[in-house]
């Protein structure tokens, strides 16, 4: 089935907005949705309806809605081995990234101008730059005003478990739905590894008696969360040597527990962010190691292989980050917010969306009764909306997708440096561009030249631009069909 394209720019750009709204009521059926939510067969739909604008918590949500982040709540109740307390909270940002601090008030002004300005907002998260629950005087205010003002936007909180318990009820009165809680471990000995200390209950504990105490902790909130049926999302900092093999433990425990997603994040550690693992040399885990693990927890707790390791005042899409565009000191001292350009983007993003389920549906029965036996990983440049729309040169990330007869999944993204600035392409960054793509068989884009096309080739990797603006699947699938010479069963018997 060829979907009708609805460009990205179409969706975003600020000047086409009335051709947006027109768009989105054009198209013979009056209903927007025509019923039809694009909901996967395996989905509960009351959990469906929770996490299909949710870009963490739905991989297919990640094409089309974005998330921010407010640095409303700096204080924390434990110390990680792997956090200096000058920078955000490792847990859910990217460590060694310092944010503008927030007050409730100041972080309703940014919520309200990112909503005015980013239609695919869907989602307003705390993750620190401490914990969100241990800051909560901060946290409930911020979310209060925002709700009040916003009150289609999904409130979301990432925290390390511990004072957890003390807010389930207040999270449930607020709707809170998405909740994140940061497991490394289940055994209080390896969490000893871990953590240093926590605060607790007016006193400070160290070693095994602070991991069991915070391990205590987290599996009641998990517990009780489950009971009140907040999503929960667990995520893990992988730490080789520490709590790799481990983590195999914790995602059995999780799973028992509830838990809807696992999200197992390598450790980032370097000496100049003057942690404690950084400082004695821990190393994170490669891109190999993390894959191995996440195939070994296949089965357990469902995966989130999508995680950006965003900052703690992240704004945007996956993969991509605004949040410098909207420092406090550029956004105007008040404002006001307009719901239009919001409410025209879902409209169009429910058509296209339905179009989507339909395309990827079809592309992944090819592919598995095409009968090859082979599989090829594939990068695919995209500026969102589920499809092959960005240039080679203007792409800052790669989607990899694996595709073999078991079907075509998403298996994590490839940073890369933008590597065409100024209509010119800069050899050095190629280079790093090719060496961050080992492994990949193909790239698929929107626009490629033939010097960089001819550089990935003599590298090993093809790429080509012959399904730019396709959905990634319809063009992955017919990638494998002309790969492997082959066309589907249904077509030959
Ligand atoms: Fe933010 Fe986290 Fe909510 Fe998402 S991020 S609080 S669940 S809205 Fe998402 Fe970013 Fe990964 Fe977090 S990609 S770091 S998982
Ligand atoms: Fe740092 Fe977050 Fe750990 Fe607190 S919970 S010490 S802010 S990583």
Redesign the pocket.
Known sequence: MSAPIISLEGLTSTTSFDQLLATAKSGGCASSTCGLSGKPDDIDPAVWEKIKDHPCFSEEAHHYFARMHVAVAPA?????N????K???????R?GVVSEKLTPDQALRKVIAVANEVPQLSVLGIA????AC?DWKKTKATFERVAGEIPDIKLCIS??G?ALPDHVAELVDMNVDHVTI?INMVDPEVGAKI?PWIFYDHRRYVGIEAARILHERQMLGLEMLTARGVLTKINSVMIPGVNDEHLIEVNRWVKERGAFLHNVMPLISDPAHGTHFGLIGQRGPNAMEMKTLQDRLEGGAKLMRHCRQCRADAVGLLGEDRGQEFSLDSIPGEVTYDSSRREAYQEVVARERHDHVAARSEAIGMVKTAGSGKSLLVAVATRGGGRVNEHFGHAKELQVYEVSPRGISFVGHRKVEQYCLGGRGDNATLDGVIAALEGIDVVLCAKIGNCPKDQLAEAGIRATDAYGHDYIETAISALYAAEFGIQPLAATA
């Open positions: 924390c109740n434990v110390q990680c792997y956090c200096n307390r920078y955000d909270c490792a847990n859910e940002s460590p620190g730059p401490g914990d241990y925290t390390n511990l940061t953590y």
